[in-house]
C-alpha cells in the first residue's frame, strides 16, 4: 500500500476581527399607548374624554377588557399603569400577554357610563421597546404642529 502525501489546505486568516459580539435578548414586558375616547349616543358626537382619567378607572376599563375577550385567565393578567395623561395612557404588561391584552382591547366595546355615553380605551401603538413608542409620539407632535 502506498501512502500519498496530501496536501493540506491552508487556511486564511481572516480579514476582520470581531471586537465584540451583542445578543439582545426579548424584554420580559411590552408597552402599549391608549387612548381614552367617550363616544355619545349620538354618532356625530366622538370626542376625547373631558374628565380626566386617572388610575384606578384605566384599571377598571383594562380590567372589564380582559375579562370580557378572555375571562378569568385575562384578568390575571398583570397590567402596570406606567403613565395618566389627559386621555393618553402608557400600561406595561408581560411580553408573551401583549397579543391577548391588545386583542381585548380592541374588540371591548367600553364602559357604559351615564347618559348613554360609553368610555373606550383605545390602542394606538405597542411594542417591546419604550423608547420606540415614544419616538412615533414625539414624531406625530412634531409634524402635526
Known amino acids: 500500500m502506498t501512502t500519498t502525501a ?8 481572516p480579514k476582520t476581527q470581531d471586537l ?3 445578543t439582545i435578548k426579548p424584554p420580559p414586558f411590552a408597552y402599549a ?3 381614552a375616547t367617550t363616544t355619545s349616543p349620538d354618532p356625530d358626537e366622538t370626542s376625547m374624554s373631558l374628565d ?6 384605566v384599571r377598571a376599563y383594562c380590567n372589564s377588557a380582559l ?4 375571562g378569568d385567565t385575562g384578568a390575571a393578567i398583570p397590567v402596570d399603569i406606567l ?3 389627559a386621555s393618553d395612557v402608557w400600561v406595561r404588561v408581560p411580553r408573551t400577554d401583549l397579543s391577548g391584552f391588545s386583542a381585548s382591547l380592541t374588540a371591548y366595546s367600553g364602559l357604559a357610563q351615564g347618559g348613554g355615553t360609553t368610555t373606550v380605551l383605545r390602542l394606538r401603538a405597542c411594542g417591546d421597546w419604550l ?4 419616538g412615533r ?3 406625530q407632535e412634531l409634524w402635526a404642529s
Open 20 to 22: 465584540a459580539t451583542l
Open 137 to 139: 409620539v414625539e414624531q
Open 33 to 35: 399607548h391608549l387612548t
Open 83 to 85: 403613565s395618566v395623561q
Open 131 to 134: 423608547g420606540s413608542l415614544l
Open 6 to 13: 496530501q496536501p493540506t489546505p491552508t487556511t486564511k486568516p
Open 67 to 70: 375579562r370580557q375577550f378572555l
Open 52 to 57: 380626566p382619567l386617572d388610575a384606578l378607572q
